[in-house]
């Protein structure tokens, strides 16, 4: 019977050849989104879950009670030790410091060959490995970071070093400074797992890469200072919590122990917590989660809509089967099978899309997503189950209207629309279509519209043709040298040392103490050192003063107008000549002027208040402005000319830009998606539309015929079609607005400055909606009213 079913559906479907061509097109697409949007999914919500505990991993987070709460991923380095000493709710603790970008050599190679590794490397004590699980293929995981100078390394980056797994005794050279033996070989990291360092060195030794670090001092914070824990069984997280406010009582001032708060964030909200720099919100996923649900909804609508519309073409064979002794739920499985060798096609031609398009997925979310159907047990089910879904949803109401008709007024050809529904079904999902495309073309406006913003808005200072180069060593003689020659390239037409540019994803904050005021302010300053071109080099304004003179160490500073308003002083001029303390008042320092508020960061993030100051220890980065119409041969000098003065290290750069449109990748990627699957789901909907209007075509022959002849105007013939369909999409558009609004002026909230969200991008998106479907509809209508009205008198 079953064998039958399909034999007798793959006949009928054959014989409508573009009803099941548009079926199988939609399914194919809403599954194709489907699955990628599945395997996306799932490929983040398994970041870091691979480790045996991780349900009682946590990580030590500060956060710090000023004029809001701000939280940071980084701790004070002693946090570890003092919380190892001083509580007993962990089995393990241990401390991790990264850095980003290294320059690793091999001393002992015949060219002292240079990697430049772009995850960095980490300092890490040997508990590490106790809590996270990152097997050692060599070495021993109790002593294997217990010596200063030795360190582990990745089995891949062993082989690109040493050309063989085996580099136990090998020697690296970090940095140009300190040498370390190779005493262990990590497992290669799994992709699924924000610890993307492959190089760990003995925590011994982070007091060669920074003795501040090192040290125990509890003033300050840096992000890449983190404190790992492994709980003991029946230790929740609310015990521990409950129980951390001790330490900042016992090893911070009572006026400091206020500001200075510790918490634990799980392992599993690392990846999402974009606030402590994960990498993406839930919030995002289940978005993207529901837009695919919304795709595959569009394409069942579409079948249902032609199903239901095509019913009565079979009225006769329904009959002939009823008579012949067909029960009805025989019939209703007859659709089902139909409806399920649709679906197979379907699938297969998704698989078929979802290898195509992969490796551009892959590039786009920097991801590692792998189709393997007969071995991803997890794939295969979702598959299975999502096939059973659309077929059930899809085929069971045309099922049982076509099951439900009566043979003796099917044969005699008296259904009606009535019977299979009439057209209020069909206008409803072509309502709840429509309504699914225009929230997606209203959200594609609205992100469109809020990156252009980001990208137009003037942030404050000059971000074009500014190029930033590292300062790997605070020599100042070079660091003059460099200068020097650099400036004298004809291209060149302003340079600054500085830590970074006025915005960048790097904070630098720090307390501050005003003039003779006793206590510290309840806001934190953010510290920009850099020397006196820094404020030409980036076009920023001087409002009031002047700019600070050159020097190498901290003489005179420079703040904005928020930090005036801070201080609730009434002009600008008022803070001229003023003291200014920073880093827990050990040395007061005149203001000399006051600079226009800018941009430090993304939108996202209000105007804070900052400080320009000079160090030249701090200096990091070497911002080069160019002239516009020379800035490849420029460039090519520049590079020339770096290389000269760093010959030990390998040469990068990067254009300011460039790091800006970093605040907004995330959200630059979202619109990207958006954008693609809005423009699918108006592809499905049309090809609902085409197939319906051809079935209205054919079931109006006679009468399109008849108004011909009686001198109606092809216009009139194609507003028969249009009018129906119009009236549908405006009540799509009604039905969609105030959700589109509702989810758009939530994610337009996480902006402190935004786009206008006004009435046009509605407009907008109606009018999109609006052609697009008109064009569809009125192609297959021009058709018909083109057809020669005494062919299509005699067709009936």
């Given at each position: ?80 030790k003092a919380f190892r000493n001083d509580f007993a709710f962990a089995e393990k603790t241990a401390r991790v410091v990264s850095y980003g970008r290294q320059l690793i050599s091999l001393p002992n190679s015949k060219d002292n060959l240079k990697f430049e590794e772009k995850e960095g490397l980490a300092y890490a004590e040997p508990g590490f490995f106790d ?210 060798v649709i679906t197979g096609f379907a699938v297969g031609i998704a698989l078929i899309l979802c290898y195509a398009i992969l490796p551009y997925v892959n590039t786009l979310f920097e991801s590692q997503l792998t189709i393997s159907v007969l071995s991803d047990i997890s794939l295969l089910a979702f598959l299975a189950g999502l096939a059973l879904i659309v ?216 105007i804070v208040p900052v400080g320009i100051v000079s160090r030249y220890q701090d200096y990091q980065n070497f911002a080069v402005n160019i002239n516009a119409q020379s800035i490849k041969p420029t460039l090519e000098s520049i590079e020339k000319l770096w290389s000269d003065t760093y010959p030990e290290y390998v040469y990068k750069s990067e254009f300011l ?140």
């Amino acid at each position: 019977m079953l064998k039958n079913y399909f034999k007798i559906a793959y006949r009928n479907l054959q014989r409508s050849k573009a009803y099941t061509f548009i079926n199988v097109c939609g399914l194919a697409l809403g599954i194709t989104c489907a699955i990628l949007i599945f395997m996306l999914v799932r490929y983040h919500l398994s970041f870091d879950n691979f480790h045996a505990k991780s349900d009682r991993i946590y990580r030590l987070i500060t956060e710090f009670h000023e004029e809001t709460i701000v939280q940071e991923n980084g701790v004070p380095s002693p946090l570890g030790k003092a919380f190892r000493n001083d509580f007993a709710f962990a089995e393990k603790t241990a401390r991790v410091v990264s850095y980003g970008r290294q320059l690793i050599s091999l001393p002992n190679s015949k060219d002292n060959l240079k990697f430049e590794e772009k995850e960095g490397l980490a300092y890490a004590e040997p508990g590490f490995f106790d809590i996270m699980n990152f097997p050692l293929l060599e070495g021993d995981k109790k002593t294997v970071l217990a010596n200063p100078n030795s360190a582990i390394i990745t089995e891949k980056l062993a082989i690109k070093y040493f050309g063989k797994p085996n580099a136990i005794g090998k020697t690296i050279r970090v940095n140009n400074g300190t040498n370390y033996k190779i005493t262990g070989i990590l497992k290669d990291l799994p992709v699924i797992t924000d610890r993307r360092q492959e190089i760990y060195l003995s925590y011994e030794n982070l007091k060669d890469e920074n003795a501040w670090l090192a040290g125990d001092s509890w003033g300050g914070v840096y992000s890449g200072s983190q404190c790992f824990v492994l709980l003991k069984e029946g230790i929740s997280q609310k015990i521990v919590e409950k129980a951390l406010p001790a330490i900042s009582k016992k090893y911070y001032s009572p006026k400091d122990a206020g500001t200075f708060q510790f918490k634990l964030q799980p392992l599993s909200d690392i990846h999402f917590n974009s606030e402590l720099g994960g990498y993406m919100e839930k919030k995002n996923l289940w978005a993207l989660a529901f837009i695919g649900i919304f795709l595959i909804v569009t394409a069942c609508v579409n079948f249902i809509n032609l199903a239901t519309a095509q019913a009565l073409s079979r009225s006769k064979e329904i009959g002939v089967r009823k008579v012949l002794g067909s029960r009805k739920s025989q019939l209703f499985w007859q659709f089902i099978a139909e409806t399920a060798v649709i679906t197979g096609f379907a699938v297969g031609i998704a698989l078929i899309l979802c290898y195509a398009i992969l490796p551009y997925v892959n590039t786009l979310f920097e991801s590692q997503l792998t189709i393997s159907v007969l071995s991803d047990i997890s794939l295969l089910a979702f598959l299975a189950g999502l096939a059973l879904i659309v077929t059930f949803c899809s085929g069971s109401y045309p099922g049982l209207i076509l099951a439900g008709f009566q043979p003796i007024a099917a044969l005699k050809g008296k259904l009606s629309q009535k019977n299979v529904g009439g057209f209020t079904l069909r206008r409803g999902l072509v309502v709840a279509q429509f309504a699914i495309s225009q929230i997606l073309i209203i959200g594609t406006i609205v992100i469109a519209n809020q990156m252009r913003f980001s990208q137009k808005t003037d942030l404050g200072f000059k971000k074009d043709a500014i190029i930033m180069l590292p300062v790997p060593d605070n020599n100042i003689s070079k660091m003059s040298t460099l200068r020097s020659r650099i400036s004298q390239l004809p291209g060149v037409e302003n340079t600054t040392f500085c830590l970074a540019g006025p915005a960048s994803e790097s904070e630098n904050n720090s307390k501050v103490k005003f003039d003779s005021r006793q206590e510290e302010e309840l806001f934190s300053i953010n510290l920009k050192y850099a020397d006196d071109q820094y404020v030409p080099t980036f076009g920023l304004k001087i409002v009031a003063g002047r700019n600070i003179v050159p020097s190498d160490t901290v003489r005179e500073f420079l703040v904005n107008e928020m930090m005036v308003k801070k201080l609730k002083l009434k002009s600008l001029e008022d803070i001229i000549g003023k003291k200014l303390s920073v880093d827990g008042g050990k040395r007061f320092v005149t203001i000399v002027g006051v600079v226009k508020d800018f941009h430090i960061s993304s939108f996202r993030q209000s105007i804070v208040p900052v400080g320009i100051v000079s160090r030249y220890q701090d200096y990091q980065n070497f911002a080069v402005n160019i002239n516009a119409q020379s800035i490849k041969p420029t460039l090519e000098s520049i590079e020339k000319l770096w290389s000269d003065t760093y010959p030990e290290y390998v040469y990068k750069s990067e254009f300011l830009d460039d790091r800006i449109a970093k605040f907004y990748q995330l959200d630059n990627l979202m619109l990207q998606l958006i954008q693609t699957f809005a423009a699918i789901a108006i592809f499905i909907g049309c090809l609902g539309l085409y197939g319906l209007v051809s079935f209205m075509a054919t079931q109006k022959t006679k009468e399109i015929g008849v108004r011909k002849v009686l001198g109606a105007s092809i216009g009139n013939i194609i507003w028969i079609f249009g009018k129906e369909f119009v009236r549908l999409l405006l009540i799509a558009f009604v039905v969609a607005s105030p959700l589109a609004w509702w989810v758009m002026r939530g994610w337009l909230q996480e902006f402190q400055y935004k786009a206008e969200f006004g009435i046009g991008i509605f407009l907008a998106a109606l009018a999109v909606t609006l052609f697009i479907a008109l064009v569809t509809v009125g192609y297959r209508s021009v058709s018909a009213a083109l057809r020669n009205p005494v062919k299509s008198l005699k067709s009936e």
